[in-house]
């Protein structure tokens, strides 16, 4: 008996490697993370693929022309093949470049494929067991990714499977009649037809493009179409709950995802709320330093600008602070800048100008010139990279962090909400972006409000639609996350007359300015970031100024200074706390201040906040859990009751008398009588655990016992979540060959592979006689040969000078054959069944030893006798005897006289047609 298995596996680039939105037809490719943020996923992704799959090889099918239509392929490919190469880890793993469209046109072109890969496919080998003998290990699968689709995966993965599948069928020794590998490959190709049908659903939603039916094809681009633009946004939200589990949004699940593992969330809500509320004894604190800016660069034009050249950027970002410090506007205790920023977030507003063509469409083209600029400044002193931005026409937002923070950011999304026009145009609007740092979410908010010096409803409304319309997948808003920083311009100004704020700017007395500053007004009203923190204003309004000025607005308008550009912060109280604890620190922040750069007419402000993040120590995580799993027992919070006598539920007012004893312990909700037992089902575990204590009750004589349903149900829950817990079965792992040595072989085996702990479990056969080679089992046979076996029984043996292989019954019939139980008697033999079989009339013109008039060298095909089976058709009613004297009496068969012809053959009436009515 023999087994053989080999492995392709087909993991998508943008799922795992890279995370980008694409448009249809253009295939223009959009990285939403930066090219060295998605280093470290990457490299988990190649590391798991060697840790379950054994050695790798990376097929890259992705387009490489860097003009046209591709250019997106090209560029995405290139950064895939790079940071591939670039990383010591993974640089065992070969990568194969393979232009498809250009390479392969319609069935050509995959030999120079083939030509690149054939020594690896050699290594690899695959799994070939042969009786109890593992013959073959396979050691290594292909990865082979595309881009939009899984046409090219599936093409070039079914032409690797025909290769593997001759081998395969070579070590089998099927290949001696080529019918058996046309049947193999037409089987073959329709389940990887069928595969590729029902994985292209869930990724593309329609099936794959084969090329056998235009009109089929087309249908099916068509409906990828309507599916990308228009339904795909929620594709990796359904994912993610079919993974989670939990498509609701309350605080509970929010705090629950940023503490706990995937796995931990299918547990009770008793039990996350438990966890949640003792988050302090299993979390390690991380301090961190944000620094987050923002700037109206007025459309972006002079931020080069020869006037003010020695005036960059890193007077906004780097070294703002100890500017300020250096001009004694600020006192700060030495040390507190020179630990450097973990993250920085820079907003901006007015990227481009704000006109007709741009609220359209907004050119990318400012976008990408501001991120190389500070991605320039940033790096000055120390490295960041950056880990994603977006941009909603004018309002932009960068994230930078430290490349040392990658491995511990995950879950990082974007939006953004337009509220021009109504929420038609995006000229006004805010963009956002969340992380999970270590285990504590954080969200970075950039936006612009409403214009002009009375609109402060509209700027509110802005305010209040932002907040609302936010969302992230899985259902998480604002208010889900641990910190959120907010920063734009807000457009709050100063109700005073510009004459007066400029005297009171003078003597910089800023408190009797923020007395009339709206936004302050506003805050106290409950209005607007009634629960935000900002840091203490000390330094002059930030708007408006003449451009390449230090004067404020002299146009014809002639606006109000005000502090229009601010930096807000909120954190989220802990779930157990329903105010403030005496110890609670939202966030300090250490500098707060404007710079002086006068490329437009606003002064950049910045922000340095200290927050504390928290990472999760697993380890007393899991002492935790066990704590809390021990403290609020089983979760079917169900008991059992029995007495020695049963009677004792049949009396009518017993459930009563039961029911009134345990009220004590909690509120009943189900109450079931199954056998002779009493199952009663509490509203939790905690309760179901109470009434267990009490042991015993007593209903008028009788003594009723009481226990849980479930008594190990610490263990039983963790099975349950094993289940959520990624279970694959290595390839290859050490240790598991032994598996197959050592076993005895006088045993046939019949290899199953079974889901669990990756255990090889083996099924056993009647064991056969010693000497013997181990043989196939023939194939079925057709009721022709059955007959022909029936008539071989009743002769003396087999044809002279051929001798007679005796088979055992379990190398006749294959292990998966069984017969009715109603058929077999173990007293009778088959020669000694009750049934009379009539011999068979002789064929007419067979050849067989007896005929002198056979040629020689005609085949003789040789019946082995058929094996002594226990069988008797007791079931079936007897066969009438035919007529005459007995059953072996037949009526004669007229002979053929010599020279005569054939019999004539009567004529056949033509059939009646009946008349048409």
């Given at each position: 008996m023999?087994?053989?298995?080999?492995?392709?596996?087909?993991?998508?680039?943008?799922?795992?490697?890279?995370?980008?939105?694409?448009?249809?037809?253009?295939?223009?490719?959009?990285?939403?993370?930066?090219?060295?943020?998605?280093?470290?996923?990457?490299?988990?992704?190649?590391?798991?693929?060697k840790d379950r799959y054994g050695k790798q090889v990376i097929v890259n099918l992705l387009g490489s022309s860097l003009v046209g239509s591709k250019e997106g392929e090209a560029t995405l490919s290139s950064l895939f093949h790079t940071q591939?190469?670039?990383?010591?880890?993974?640089?065992?793993?070969?990568?194969?470049?393979?232009?498809?469209?250009?390479?392969?046109?319609?069935?050509?072109?995959?030999?120079?494929?083939?030509?690149?890969?054939?020594?690896?496919?050699?290594?690899?080998?695959?799994?070939?067991?042969?009786?109890?003998?593992?013959?073959?290990?396979?050691?290594?699968?292909?990865?082979?990714?595309?881009?939009?689709?899984?046409?090219?995966?599936?093409?070039?993965?079914?032409?690797?499977?025909?290769?593997?599948?001759?081998?395969?069928?070579?070590?089998?020794?099927l290949l001696e009649k080529p019918q058996n590998y046309t049947r193999f490959e037409e089987v073959f190709r329709q389940m990887w037809i069928n595969n590729g049908n029902e994985v292209s659903k869930i990724y593309a939603g329609t099936g794959a493009i084969q090329g056998g039916s235009k009109l089929m094809d087309g249908a099916r681009s068509a409906a990828r179409t309507i599916q990308n633009n228009l339904l795909d946004q929620s594709k990796q939200e359904a994912i993610d709950v079919l993974l989670l589990g939990h498509t609701f949004n309350t605080e509970l699940t929010s705090y629950a995802r940023s503490l706990l593992p995937s796995h931990y969330l299918h547990t009770p809500p008793t039990v996350l709320r438990a966890m949640v509320r003792r988050w302090e004894d299993y979390i390690i604190q991380k301090p961190l330093t944000v620094i987050v800016g923002t700037y109206n660069v007025n459309?972006?034009?002079?931020?080069?600008?020869?006037?003010?050249?020695?005036?960059?950027?890193?007077d906004w970002l780097l070294d703002a602070a100890k500017i300020a410090r250096s001009s004694s506007l600020v006192s700060l205790e030495d040390g507190e800048l020179d630990n450097p920023a973990d993250i920085y977030a820079v907003g901006f507003q007015e990227i481009v100008d704000l006109n007709a063509g741009n609220i359209v469409a907004a050119s990318s083209e400012n976008k990408k010139a501001w991120g190389e600029e500070l991605s320039k400044i940033l790096n000055r002193d120390r490295g960041y990279v950056l880990l994603t931005s977006l941009q909603l026409v004018g309002v932009c937002l960068y994230v930078f962090v430290r490349p040392e923070l990658i491995p511990y950011i995950k879950d990082v999304a974007t939006d953004s909400v337009k509220t021009g026009l109504g929420g038609a145009a995006g000229n006004k609007g805010a963009v956002a972006l969340r992380l999970v740092v270590h285990s504590t979410s954080m969200c970075f908010v950039c936006s612009h409000f409403a214009a002009g010096q009375s609109q402060v409803k509209e700027r509110c409304e802005d305010y209040a639609e932002i907040r609302r319309k936010i969302l992230f997948p899985m259902g998480r808003s604002l208010e889900s996350h641990?910190?959120?920083?907010?920063?734009?311009?807000?457009?709050?100004?100063?109700?005073?007359?510009?004459e007066e704020v400029k005297e009171y700017i003078g003597r910089q007395d800023w408190s009797v300015l923020l007395e009339k500053d709206q936004l302050s007004i506003e805050r106290e009203k409950g209005n607007v970031f009634e629960v935000y923190e900002e840091g203490e204003i000390n330094f002059p309004p930030t708007y408006k100024y003449d451009l390449f000025s230090e004067d404020y607005d002299t146009s014809e308008k002639c606006r109000v200074p005000a502090w229009t550009d601010r930096v807000l912060w909120r954190r989220r109280m802990p779930l157990r706390e329903k105010y403030e604890p005496p110890d609670w620190n939202p966030g300090k922040c250490i500098h707060y201040g404007r710079a002086e750069l006068k490329q437009s007419d606003h002064r950049p402000v910045v922000a340095v906040i200290q927050v504390d993040a928290f990472a999760v120590d697993e380890e007393r995580r899991d002492q935790v859990f066990s704590e809390v799993i021990k403290q609020f027992g089983p979760p079917d919070a169900t008991v059992i009751l029995s007495s020695d006598d049963p009677s004792v539920f049949l009396m009518e007012d017993s459930d009563e008398i039961i029911l009134e004893q345990l009220s004590c312990c909690g509120d009943v909700i189900l109450v079931r009588h199954l056998g002779e037992e009493l199952w009663i089902t509490f509203s939790d575990g905690l309760a179901a655990l109470a009434a267990s204590k009490l042991i015993e009750v007593q209903v008028?004589?009788?003594i009723v016992h009481i226990r849980l349903k479930t008594e190990d149900w610490k263990n039983h829950l963790?099975?349950?979540?094993a289940l959520c817990i990624n279970s694959n079965i290595p390839l290859l792992a050490p240790g598991e060959i032994t598996t197959f040595?050592?076993?005895?072989?006088?045993?046939?085996?019949?290899?199953?592979?079974?889901?669990?702990?990756?255990?090889?479990?083996?099924?056993?056969?009647?064991?056969?006689?010693?000497?013997?080679?181990?043989?196939?089992?023939?194939?079925?046979?057709?009721?022709?040969?059955?007959?022909?076996?029936?008539?071989?029984?009743?002769?003396?043996?087999?044809?002279?000078?051929?001798?007679s292989t005796k088979q055992s019954p379990t190398e006749i019939f294959p292990l998966s054959m069984k017969l009715p139980v109603a058929t077999v008697d173990l007293s009778m033999t088959l020669s000694?069944?009750?049934?009379?079989?009539?011999?068979?009339?002789?064929?007419?013109?067979?050849?067989?030893?007896?005929?002198?008039?056979?040629?020689?060298?005609?085949?003789?095909?040789?019946?082995?006798?058929?094996?002594?089976?226990?069988?008797?058709?007791?079931?079936?009613?007897?066969?009438?005897?035919?007529?005459?004297?007995?059953p072996n009496n037949l009526p004669p068969v007229p002979l053929r006289q010599a020279g005569a012809g054939p019999p004539p053959i009567p004529a056949r009436q033509l059939p009646i047609i009946p008349p048409r009515k």
């Open positions: 023999q087994r053989i298995l080999f492995t392709i596996v087909d993991n998508l680039i943008i799922t795992l490697s890279y995370y980008f939105y694409y448009k249809v037809g253009s295939h223009k490719v959009r990285l939403s993370r930066g090219p060295e943020a998605s280093c470290s996923a990457l490299s988990k992704h190649l590391k798991i693929l591939h190469t670039t990383d010591e880890n993974h640089s065992d793993i070969p990568h194969v470049l393979f232009d498809y469209h250009q390479e392969v046109r319609g069935n050509r072109g995959l030999d120079k494929l083939e030509h690149k890969v054939q020594a690896y496919l050699a290594e690899f080998k695959f799994f070939y067991i042969k009786d109890t003998n593992v013959e073959r290990i396979q050691t290594g699968t292909i990865r082979t990714n595309c881009l939009d689709c899984l046409d090219r995966t599936n093409c070039v993965q079914t032409f690797f499977g025909l290769k593997i599948l001759e081998g395969q069928l070579r070590a089998m020794e459309g972006g034009k002079h931020f080069r600008s020869v006037v003010y050249k020695d005036l960059s950027l890193s641990d910190y959120v920083f907010w920063c734009g311009d807000f457009n709050f100004r100063l109700d005073m007359d510009k008028e004589n009788y963790e099975k349950e979540m040595t050592g076993l005895n072989s006088g045993f046939n085996s019949d290899y199953v592979m079974e889901q669990g702990r990756g255990m090889m479990t083996l099924g056993f056969a009647p064991p056969r006689s010693e000497g013997k080679a181990p043989s196939r089992p023939p194939p079925p046979r057709s009721p022709a040969t059955e007959r022909k076996l029936l008539e071989n029984n009743g002769s003396s043996g087999p044809p002279s000078g051929k001798s000694q069944s009750t049934v009379d079989h009539p011999p068979l009339p002789p064929r007419q013109g067979s050849l067989n030893q007896s005929n002198p008039t056979s040629p020689k060298d005609s085949p003789k095909k040789i019946t082995p006798n058929l094996p002594t089976v226990p069988l008797r058709i007791s079931a079936l009613p007897p066969v009438p005897n035919r007529a005459g004297n007995g």
